[in-house]
């Protein structure tokens, strides 16, 4: 009786299609027009800034998930996003060499060197999974401030290995007598990973960041997205119901570390850019965690029009170079003091008009 | 043996200068539980001034090879006063209208002041863009030399004059009302506030001392090492204010000796690292003791264990 009355409450599956596969194929076909339409139209300069806001929004919607769901305060996201780099840079550089003999950019679209790119990205999206499982293991004992400081000293303690190892090996003779463990450990050094080949397109980009914001939506409504929401909002109540606050937070970390390190592997193999140690240091993680904190943490629209925002402004503030970091900074400083919440809040940017939920509106922090 | 002195000796000098930059940062977490990312910008500040004092003064160009004794004196008051005005205008300006807003926030907008402060001082107006050498102030000679173990003057000024004013906040906190009133803001806001306590002036004068020690500390780095400062916007101050700020950690946030005493084992941890490890790999040593410590005793050496309340 009553699984007959839940049997046609169920949706069919022509809905769940549309509803599982719709979202992705709308990404997919943005990517396209971005990448046939609106690159060829926009000139080197637009695609290269298209790129960068890409790999922006990817950063800054997966910190979301830690930050802004979670309530965790994580300053390390740069962290992840260099395993994710290096990890990705040393499959596909050496990589060519072992396939095709040169790091050059090979095949075209979706061919070998595309196939490789994809296999670098999702090995770099796991290393850096598996690094913010063990980041995210300490939350089992740290809150708030000092979670927040184990995860800055992670990246720091990164940087410093990273510039530790040997410089790249580009001779290829000396890359076929090479051991495994010596290509790992030859990714450049204090002076960056150079050479590594130019794969990232604003297709891809924009394919990554299509298939984290499906992830991210679809979390939001789910009831695993709600155990992370319910721990920002109280911990010690989220636990008194049952939820098991560690597992979830390591979760998050996890989560998020595995869309940085796709990031991180976009950054890597994007133009103009060179994967350097210093690049990714505390600077970058501050300024992921800018963009979460002025979009409104917990929201996943806000965080995307914060990353394009913070992303395109210094951009166009170049006329100004002296005075631009000054400007930004002071933009920081009167935008925390007289809209503390960010830009939007916990709500979304189509939520905007509603009447605020229960909840006061102010960003929550750790706790 | 004589490796070992050395070593020890160098990583009690560095370790002081350590901790008091790592009293600011306690002293303000102890009272406001925030982290004051600002406060290395501080501690450069406070050294970029030193230099300008100095270098305008012009004591090393006087002729002789020793400058006056005052110079130095005057070179680390003038730059803590500096230091001391702009620890209480960063407080009244950005954080006290912040008082009651979430911690992320004023997190931030301390970030934003770090970043205000390393990129109007890269003004040519101000320090500019290029790395200085600081001006000698003191002799660069040996004091004396034990078992081949050389002190040198610069570090034991260095020790000197942190252990000083150690001594003087220590006085400062544990024995007058003023710290009394300290010690009860930090124990409690409102209470303290309801006993009489004006707790304005109370974070106020923190935020004075706080940046006062982080210039002076600031002026025994350019002295000990006078070919490092950086210009501005250098990650390296931010790095050191970092390793601080784990030093205030490791000792137990928001205790005044806990940050003594993680300053000086941070500092001995990295030179002996450096002596017998690998040089490359300070930073390193630093952060994992901080995640070690953490993971042993969360709430740092000399800290309490707080119980969280629902």
Same mark, same amino acid.
């Given at each position: 009786?009553?699984?007959?009355?839940?049997?046609?409450?169920?949706?069919?599956?022509?809905?769940?299609?549309?509803?599982?596969?719709?979202?992705?194929?709308?990404?997919?076909?943005?990517?396209?027009?971005?990448?046939?339409?609106?690159?060829?139209?926009?000139?080197?300069?637009?695609?290269?800034?298209?790129?960068?806001?890409?790999?922006?929004?990817?950063?800054?919607?997966? !910190?979301?998930?830690?930050?802004?769901?979670?309530?965790?305060?994580?300053?390390?996201?740069?962290?992840?996003?260099?395993?994710?780099?290096?990890?990705?840079?040393?499959?596909?550089?050496?990589?060519?060499?072992?396939?095709?003999?040169?790091?050059?950019?090979?095949?075209?679209?979706?061919?070998? =060197?595309?196939?490789?790119?994809?296999?670098?990205?999702?090995?770099?999206?796991?290393?850096?999974?598996?690094?913010?499982? !063990?980041?995210?293991?300490?939350?089992?004992? !740290?809150?708030?401030?000092?979670?927040?400081?184990?995860?800055? =000293?992670?990246?720091?303690?990164?940087?410093?290995?990273?510039?530790?190892?040997?410089?790249?090996?580009?001779?290829?003779?000396?890359?076929?007598?090479?051991?495994?463990?010596?290509?790992?450990?030859?990714?450049?050094?204090?002076?960056?990973?150079?050479?590594?080949?130019?794969?990232?397109?604003?297709?891809?980009?924009?394919?990554? !960041? =299509?298939?984290?914001?499906?992830?991210?939506?679809?979390?939001?409504?789910?009831?695993? =997205?709600?155990?992370?929401?319910?721990?920002?909002?109280?911990?010690?109540?989220?636990?008194?119901?049952?939820?098991?606050?560690?597992?979830?937070?390591?979760?998050?970390?996890?989560?998020?570390?595995?869309?940085?390190?796709?990031?991180?592997?976009?950054?890597?193999?994007?133009?103009?850019?060179?994967?350097?140690?210093?690049?990714?240091?505390?600077?970058?993680?501050?300024?992921?965690?800018?963009?979460?904190?002025?979009?409104?943490?917990?929201?996943?629209?806000?965080?995307?029009?914060?990353?394009?925002?913070?992303?395109?402004?210094?951009?166009?503030?170049?006329?100004?170079?002296?005075?631009?970091?000054?400007?930004?900074?002071?933009?920081?400083?009167?935008?925390?003091?007289?809209?503390?919440?960010?830009?939007?809040?916990?709500?979304?940017?189509?939520?905007?008009?509603?009447?605020?939920?229960?909840?006061?509106?102010?960003?929550?922090?750790?706790? | 043996?004589?490796?070992?002195?050395?070593?020890?000796?160098?990583?009690?000098?560095?370790?002081?200068?350590?901790?008091?930059?790592?009293?600011?940062?306690?002293?303000?977490?102890?009272?406001?539980?925030?982290?004051?990312?600002?406060?290395?910008?501080?501690?450069?500040?406070?050294?970029?001034?030193?230099?300008?004092?100095?270098?305008?003064?012009?004591?090393?160009?006087?002729?002789?090879?020793?400058?006056?004794?005052?110079?130095?004196?005057?070179?680390?008051?003038?730059?803590?006063? %500096?230091?001391?005005?702009?620890?209480?205008?960063?407080?009244?300006?950005?954080?006290?209208?912040?008082?009651?807003?979430?911690?992320?926030?004023?997190?931030?907008?301390?970030?934003?002041?770090?970043?205000?402060?390393?990129?109007?001082?890269?003004?040519?107006?101000? %320090?500019?863009?290029?790395?200085?050498?600081?001006?000698?102030?003191?002799?660069?000679?040996?004091?004396?030399?034990?078992?081949?173990?050389?002190?040198?003057?610069?570090?034991?000024?260095?020790?000197? #004059?942190?252990?000083?004013?150690?001594? #003087?906040?220590?006085?400062?906190?544990?024995?007058?009302?003023?710290?009394?009133?300290?010690?009860?803001?930090?124990?409690?806001?409102?209470?303290?506030?309801?006993?009489?306590?004006?707790?304005?002036?109370?974070?106020?004068?923190?935020?004075? #001392?706080?940046?006062?020690?982080?210039?002076?500390?600031?002026?025994?780095?350019?002295?000990?090492?006078?070919?490092?400062?950086?210009?501005?916007?250098?990650?390296?101050?931010?790095?050191?204010?970092?390793?601080?700020? #784990?030093?205030?950690?490791?000792?137990?946030?928001?205790?005044?000796?806990?940050?003594?005493?993680?300053?000086?084992?941070?500092?001995?941890?990295?030179?002996?690292?450096?002596?017998?490890?690998?040089?490359?790999?300070?930073?390193?040593?630093?952060?994992?003791?901080?995640?070690?410590?953490?993971?042993?005793?969360?709430?740092?050496?000399?800290?309490?264990?707080?119980?969280?309340?629902?």
């Amino acid at each position: 009786m009553l699984g007959a009355r839940a049997a046609a409450l169920r949706p069919g599956y022509g809905f769940v299609l549309s509803r599982a596969v719709g979202p992705f194929g709308a990404f997919l076909a943005l990517a396209f027009v971005m990448q046939l339409v609106v690159v060829p139209w926009a000139g080197p300069f637009y695609e290269k800034l298209l790129m960068d806001i890409g790999i922006n929004c990817l950063l800054a919607v997966s !910190l979301n998930l830690v930050n802004g769901f979670t309530g965790q305060f994580s300053i390390g996201h740069a962290g992840f996003m260099a395993v994710g780099g290096y990890v990705a840079g040393a499959v596909t550089y050496y990589g060519s060499f072992v396939l095709w003999g040169s790091p050059a950019v090979h095949g075209g679209f979706l061919g070998g =060197g595309d196939l490789l790119f994809l296999a670098g990205c999702l090995v770099g999206g796991l290393f850096s999974a598996g690094a913010g499982y !063990l980041v995210g293991l300490p939350s089992l004992r !740290l809150r708030g401030d000092y979670l927040a400081i184990v995860t800055l =000293g992670f990246g720091e303690i990164l940087r410093v290995l990273l510039q530790q190892t040997n410089d790249v090996i580009f001779v290829p003779a000396q890359i076929e007598a090479a051991t495994p463990w010596q290509m790992a450990t030859a990714l450049g050094g204090a002076l960056g990973f150079s050479g590594i080949p130019f794969y990232t397109t604003v297709f891809w980009v924009f394919v990554m !960041l =299509g298939l984290l914001l499906i992830v991210a939506f679809r979390l939001k409504e789910s009831s695993e =997205g709600r155990a992370f929401l319910s721990i920002r909002e109280n911990e010690i109540a989220a636990e008194a119901m049952g939820i098991d606050t560690t597992r979830y937070k390591v979760r998050a970390f996890v989560l998020a570390a595995f869309f940085a390190g796709i990031a991180g592997a976009l950054f890597a193999h994007e133009t103009g850019t060179t994967l350097n140690p210093r690049e990714l240091g505390f600077q970058k993680s501050f300024d992921i965690v800018i963009m979460v904190v002025l979009g409104g943490m917990g929201s996943i629209s806000g965080a995307l029009v914060a990353a394009v925002l913070l992303t395109v402004l210094p951009e166009f503030l170049r006329e100004f170079a002296d005075w631009r970091l000054v400007i930004y900074a002071l933009s920081l400083i009167i935008m925390m003091r007289f809209r503390p919440q960010g830009l939007f809040g916990i709500r979304e940017i189509w939520e905007l008009w509603r009447k605020p939920p229960g909840a006061s509106p102010a960003g929550r922090g750790a706790s | 043996m004589t490796k070992l002195l050395q070593t020890l000796f160098d990583g009690l000098a560095v370790g002081s200068l350590y901790a008091l930059i790592a009293l600011g940062y306690t002293m303000v977490y102890g009272i406001l539980q925030f982290i004051n990312f600002a406060h290395s910008d501080v501690f450069m500040t406070g050294a970029w001034v030193a230099y300008v004092v100095a270098a305008t003064a012009g004591w090393a160009a006087l002729g002789g090879d020793a400058p006056p004794l005052y110079a130095g004196l005057f070179t680390l008051f003038a730059s803590m006063l %500096f230091c001391a005005i702009l620890g209480f205008g960063i407080e009244r300006l950005a954080y006290r209208p912040l008082r009651k807003a979430p911690r992320l926030n004023v997190l931030i907008t301390a970030i934003g002041i770090s970043l205000f402060l390393e990129n109007i001082g890269q003004r040519p107006e101000l %320090f500019g863009t290029q790395p200085q050498k600081m001006p000698q102030l003191l002799p660069d000679t040996t004091l004396f030399t034990i078992a081949d173990v050389n002190f040198r003057v610069v570090d034991l000024t260095v020790i000197a #004059v942190a252990l000083v004013l150690m001594a #003087v906040l220590q006085w400062l906190v544990f024995h007058t009302r003023l710290g009394r009133a300290m010690r009860a803001v930090s124990h409690n806001f409102s209470v303290a506030s309801l006993m009489g306590i004006n707790v304005d002036a109370v974070i106020s004068f923190t935020f004075v #001392v706080g940046s006062a020690m982080a210039a002076a500390a600031g002026f025994l780095y350019v002295m000990k090492y006078p070919g490092a400062l950086k210009q501005p916007a250098d990650s390296t101050w931010i790095l050191l204010g970092l390793k601080c700020f #784990v030093a205030a950690v490791i000792g137990g946030i928001g205790n005044v000796r806990g940050a003594m005493l993680g300053g000086v084992l941070i500092g001995l941890m990295e030179m002996f690292g450096a002596a017998y490890l690998s040089p490359h790999m300070r930073d390193i040593y630093v952060f994992s003791l901080l995640i070690i410590v953490l993971l042993v005793r969360p709430a740092g050496l000399l800290g309490r264990a707080t119980v969280e309340k629902v």
